[in-house]
């Protein structure tokens, strides 16, 4: 038992790493777009603007990636979890060919709750953003 309290261990540690990971990016996302909108003053060409959406779809591809990445650790979680403690191999292999579902398939990480409820109101305001700052 011992065993897989150990293996769960290093499993939960993992998708910690990636949560982290992922909540990284979404400040790295915020930083750098204001950043771009500071250097983009008054008297600069307004395409320097259409700048700030690529670290938009960067940082969401990669926050999608990590996502897609916590999912699959969680779904090893799960199935370490209800093995029996005498077949610990202490594997940490979780590929989309071990739990291919659509769960952990990069669209729908790409599309799930949390990462549209996040850039997606983030492109919009770079839209207002834009909007405003060529009317004035």
């Known amino acids: ?72 650790y969680r779904h090893l979680y799960d199935m370490i979890r209800q093995k029996q403690s005498d077949n610990m191999d202490f594997s940490l292999k979780a590929t989309r060919k071990e739990f291919d579902n659509d769960d952990t398939a990069f669209y729908s990480c790409l599309l799930s709750k949390t990462e549209l409820g996040f850039y997606l109101p983030l492109a919009v305001l770079c839209v207002g953003i834009i909007i405003v700052s060529v009317v004035l």
């Open 1 to 72: 038992m011992e065993s897989k309290i150990k293996h769960l261990e290093f499993i939960q540690n993992v998708i910690s790493r990636m949560a982290s990971n992922s909540f990284m990016l979404k400040g790295w996302a915020v930083t750098l777009v204001a950043a771009v909108f500071a250097l983009s003053s008054k008297d600069a060409d307004k395409s320097y603007f259409l700048v700030a959406y690529i670290p938009i779809f960067v940082f969401w591809f990669l926050d999608s990636y990590y996502l897609q990445q916590e999912r699959l």
